[in-house]
């Protein structure tokens, strides 16, 4: 193939680059939201790029790669038969789900949980006839109520805990009351939502083999990665892991889903000039959220319009009540998808157009109640 010819053939063309911005709402969303902000408040593009969060841009790289590699493996295929064997009905799975989405988000972030958890929902599909909407959208409840508890749960707290200089334990005990009543809450609307039907194992297989070397290299990896992620050096852990993958199992890297790297990195860049406009910061200050629930209010109410985490990096300016904020952006998660990245990932994942109206049937009820409860909570410790 001579040079022209490869040109030619990875070329992309201004109709496959419309075809793929119309397949995508999100990034249609995004693109439309990017060109009104620059004729509103025009910056240079060259300095749009600096306010690209790049370590979760190259967290989420890394962690596609990694969870493509667990997949190819055939690792959640012999995982899904194992979960099938002990679960007898959709209910009881549901909650077995929404329990290890909450308890992963706890340990390595609620975006991680959702990279285990919803691949190996659809594995199980592919064992039994499941309502795979349903299961991601409790899944990415599950972990934006689980990641409340810890500081490594979220990128939020996270901040938060850095900046109120309160311990890990300090933090946990604060946090515990929300987090214990919104997955109470969680499990009660998975007891309706889901019928004690036997699951239909009529259309079961035998056992997909195992990529063993494959498999346990990328868990490995997994874990080193997330580690490193967690120090700071994600980039370090980047390239180990791309180059490696490259050299070893290149489908690992090329299969990835490039698309939503591009609507993370345009999500960082129109959120964050958003919430720079001046008229933003001002309209804020003039609210005065000085007192605990204005913070949890605004918070809360913020996240739907700028995701909890630009929300809490905002607020904190203007509030010294990291617990209260900290109540608001972890509800604020519900409502609105936009409210949480892992919300947008979850999604994603699933790869199920008409699941955005299901999701909002559910995480705005859900955002109302939780958002009372998390009021009650404030207001009675």
């Known amino acids: 193939m001579t040079a022209a010819e490869s040109s030619r053939k990875f070329a992309w063309p201004p109709r496959e680059l419309f075809a793929l911005v119309a397949k995508e709402p999100v990034l ?23 306010l690209v969060d790049w370590a979760t841009v190259m967290t989420l790289a890394g962690l596609l790669i990694l969870t493509k590699a667990i997949e190819l493996s055939g690792f959640l295929m012999w995982l899904a038969h194992r979960v099938v064997r002990h679960v007898h009905s959709e209910r009881a799975l549901a909650c077995l789900l929404i329990g290890l989405a909450a308890a992963l988000s706890m340990l390595v972030t609620n975006d991680v949980a959702l990279f285990v958890v919803v691949p190996l929902v659809l594995s199980l599909n592919k064992l039994t006839p499941l309502p795979v909407a349903r299961l991601t959208i409790f899944a990415a409840l599950a972990v934006n109520a689980g990641s409340i508890l810890t500081p490594l749960g979220n990128p939020q707290n996270l901040f938060l805990w850095q900046t109120s200089g309160v311990s890990f334990g300090g933090f946990v005990y604060a946090l515990l ?30 056992v997909q083999p195992v990529d063993q070397p494959y498999a346990a290299t990328a868990a490995l990896l997994f874990v080193a990665f997330v580690l490193l992620a967690d120090s700071h050096h994600v980039d370090i852990g980047l390239i180990g892991v791309g180059l ?15 698309a939503l790297l591009l609507i993370f ?17 001002q309209t804020i200050a003039a609210i005065d959220i000085g007192t605990p629930l204005r913070a949890y209010v605004a918070g809360a109410v913020l996240s739907q319009g700028i995701s909890n985490v630009p929300a809490a990096i905002m607020l904190a300016e203007f509030t ?62």
């Open 28 to 50: 249609s969303i995004l693109i439309a939201a990017l060109i009104a902000l620059q004729c509103w408040h025009p910056q240079p593009w060259r300095a749009l790029p600096v």
């Open 177 to 206: 009351p929300l987090c214990a009543v919104l997955m109470v809450l969680l499990y009660a609307l998975a007891f309706v939502s889901f019928k004690p039907r036997r699951l239909d194992l009529s259309h079961d297989a035998a």
């Open 244 to 258: 490696g993958f490259l050299v070893w199992r290149r489908e690992a890297v090329l299969k990835i889903d490039w």
């Open 265 to 281: 990195v345009l999500m960082f860049v129109v959120l964050r000039s958003a919430a720079a406009l001046p008229s933003i910061k």
């Open 320 to 381: 010294r009540d990291w617990r209260a904020l900290a109540f608001g952006v972890s509800v604020g998660g519900f409502g609105i998808a936009i409210g949480s990245l892992a919300n947008l990932i979850a999604v994603r994942l699933a790869g199920e157009r008409r699941i955005w109206f299901a999701f909002h049937l559910l995480s705005i009820p859900f955002w109302i109640v939780g958002g009372a409860l998390g009021a009650w909570l404030l207001a009675w410790q």
